[in-house]
Each structure stands twice: as C-alpha cells, then as structure tokens.
C-alpha cells in the first residue's frame, strides 16, 4: 500500500517563502512522477509542478520563477520551494505520486499566505 505523507505548509506573509515535503512509502516501481497540485477554496484542484524520476520537469506558469520542485530518488522524496508567495497562493497543496497508471495523493497540507 502506497502512502504519502506531506510536510511544510504554514502561514506566511506575502513575499515569503515555504518549502514543502513529502515522503512516499510501500511498494513504489521505481519509474514514477511525483509532484504537487493544489486546491483553493471553490476552485478545481489544479497542477503546480511535478518531476519524474528521469528529471523531468512540468510547471504551471504561475509557479513558474517563483516555485522550484526537486526529489530524492532514493528517498521516494519530493520537494516543493515556493518563493514570493502571494495571497492567491493560499491553498491546500496536495502531493501526488502517478505510478503504473495510478494516481495516489496525501491527505493535504495548508499554505495560507497574509497580503
């Protein structure tokens, strides 16, 4: 059984930083694409960036130059740097893990960022 554990979010002012982490267990194929999504209240979950073991790389043009997502490989880790955080980041940002056609997620964690 696969589980994804998040870490990181918090209150922030407007202009600050945050990094979120995650941590993927249980039996994951070593070829995958792990990343972050986020929802805001009333809106549809939406993509922020995801990297996949072979190094590659999805932004959404909002997080595009401000956030920065990297993985430990090893550690079936992966990280999100958000940097300039701005009121219309405030969401609950979720970590995914799509592996063999299957989408897992963790349970959220809120980022809420003051103007």
């Known amino acids: 059984q696969v589980q994804l554990v998040e870490s990181g979010g918090g209150l922030v002012q407007a202009g600050g930083s945050l990094r979120l982490s995650c941590v993927a267990s249980g039996s994951i194929f070593r070829f995958n694409t792990m990343g972050w999504y986020r929802q805001a209240p009333g809106k549809q979950r939406e993509l922020v960036a995801t990297r996949g073991t072979g190094g590659s790389i999805n932004y959404a043009d909002f997080a595009r130059g401000r956030f920065t997502i990297s993985r430990d490989n090893a550690k079936n880790t992966v990280y999100l740097q958000m940097n300039s955080l701005k009121p219309e980041d405030t969401a609950v940002y979720y970590c995914?893990?799509?592996?063999?056609?299957?989408?897992?997620w963790g349970q959220g964690t809120q980022v809420t960022v003051s103007s």
């Open positions: 995914n893990l799509f592996v063999l056609d299957h989408n897992y």
